[in-house]
Every structure is written in structure tokens, then in C-alpha cells.
């Protein structure tokens, strides 16, 4: 019993709890706009007000994708990118290693989310791939993670088919 509580809401708290660092150090770099910017220019990011718009696109809407789940896979996939470079820029020249491992792990959470999807209790709940229509898991709102939703997508995108509904 206690599995399947786990099985329902680890992912949405999980999810959660990695969006809040982006979220809330968004809303800092955000209310100390300047200061951020002349940090970012001390450490050598060029074009450092363009880079903290960047930094905040990313930390706002990669956050909000990964928490709510929607498109979680690509929010994760954007922190993780931002997460990198911030290990890069900011902590290896500067000798903070415990700081860039620290990173290291969000990013290996992040990858979980890239590898296994938004999981239960995400708004994207009911996957609309033809194989998934209509199964137990669909029928009963949880997540699909069978990867042929993004992969239908992009095979669609690209002018071609998806090789489920062929």
C-alpha cells in the first residue's frame, strides 16, 4: 500500500521539488535583475543582461514544464543544458566543487525525468498515442511513458509517420 502511494505521488513531488530550486532562484535573479547581471559580466558571460534573460526563460519555463509535467521531458532537458554551464561557469573556474557536484546530482534527477517522463499526476496524464488509447493506464488518468508520443510527434514534424499508426 505504502508502495503504490509512492508509485502515485513520488513523481509529482519529485518533479515539484526539482522545479522549486529553478523557480525560486529565478524569482531572485529576477528582484535583483542588475546585480545578477554585473555577476554574470564578473565571471566572464558575455552579453551578461542578454544571458540573464536567457537564464531566466530557462529557469521559469523549464520549471513550470518539469512541476506541472507538461512536456517535463523537454523542460528537464533545457535545465539540464543550464545546469552544465552553470557548472562550467560559475564553479569549476571558481573552485567550488562541492557546489558542481551538488549540481551534478540535480542534473542526474533531471535525467530521470528525460528517461522515464513527468509519471503520475502530471497535466499531460492521458498519453494520446493510438497504442496507449483506451489502456488500463490511459483509462484510469496515468501517465504513459512508452516514448512513441514524442517520437510520433517528431516523426509528423519531420512530414513522416509514426510507425504506431502504421
Same mark, same amino acid.
Given at each position: 500500500? %505504502?508502495?503504490?502511494?509512492?508509485?502515485? =505521488?513520488? &513523481?509529482? *513531488?519529485?518533479?515539484?521539488?526539482?522545479?522549486? $530550486? +529553478? $523557480?525560486?532562484?529565478? !524569482? #531572485?535573479? $529576477?528582484?535583483?535583475?542588475?546585480?545578477?547581471?554585473? =555577476? +554574470?559580466?564578473?565571471?566572464?558571460? &558575455?552579453?551578461?543582461? %542578454?544571458?540573464?534573460? *536567457?537564464?531566466?526563460? /530557462?529557469?521559469?519555463?523549464? #520549471?513550470?514544464? /518539469?512541476?506541472?509535467?507538461?512536456?517535463?521531458?523537454? @523542460?528537464?532537458?533545457? $535545465?539540464?543544458?543550464?545546469?552544465?554551464?552553470?557548472?562550467? !561557469?560559475?564553479?569549476? #573556474?571558481?573552485?567550488?566543487?562541492? &557546489?558542481?557536484?551538488?549540481?551534478?546530482?540535480?542534473?542526474?534527477?533531471?535525467?530521470? %525525468?528525460?528517461?522515464?517522463?513527468?509519471?503520475?499526476?502530471?497535466?499531460?496524464?492521458?498519453?494520446?498515442? &493510438?497504442?496507449?488509447? #483506451?489502456?488500463?493506464?490511459?483509462?484510469? @488518468?496515468?501517465?504513459?511513458?512508452?516514448? =512513441?508520443?514524442?517520437?510520433?510527434?517528431?516523426?509528423?514534424?519531420?512530414?513522416?509517420?509514426?510507425?504506431?499508426?502504421?
Amino acid at each position: 500500500m %505504502i508502495h503504490s502511494k509512492i508509485q502515485h =505521488y513520488g &513523481p509529482l *513531488v519529485g518533479r515539484v521539488l526539482l522545479a522549486l $530550486l +529553478f $523557480l525560486v532562484s529565478a !524569482f #531572485g535573479m $529576477l528582484t535583483n535583475f542588475g546585480a545578477t547581471a554585473s =555577476y +554574470f559580466g564578473s565571471i566572464g558571460i &558575455p552579453m551578461a543582461t %542578454i544571458a540573464v534573460l *536567457v537564464a531566466l526563460t /530557462v529557469k521559469i519555463g523549464g #520549471g513550470l514544464m /518539469v512541476a506541472l509535467g507538461v512536456h517535463a521531458r523537454v @523542460g528537464a532537458m533545457a $535545465l539540464i543544458g543550464f545546469t552544465l554551464a552553470t557548472i562550467f !561557469f560559475a564553479h569549476l #573556474g571558481a573552485g567550488q566543487m562541492i &557546489p558542481a557536484l551538488k549540481n551534478l546530482a540535480i542534473v542526474g534527477g533531471l535525467l530521470l %525525468i528525460v528517461v522515464n517522463g513527468a509519471g503520475s499526476m502530471s497535466l499531460r496524464d492521458k498519453c494520446p498515442c &493510438p497504442r496507449c488509447k #483506451g489502456s488500463k493506464m490511459s483509462a484510469a @488518468g496515468g501517465v504513459c511513458n512508452c516514448g =512513441y508520443c514524442e517520437a510520433c510527434l517528431a516523426a509528423k514534424k519531420d512530414g513522416g509517420t509514426c510507425e504506431v499508426e502504421a
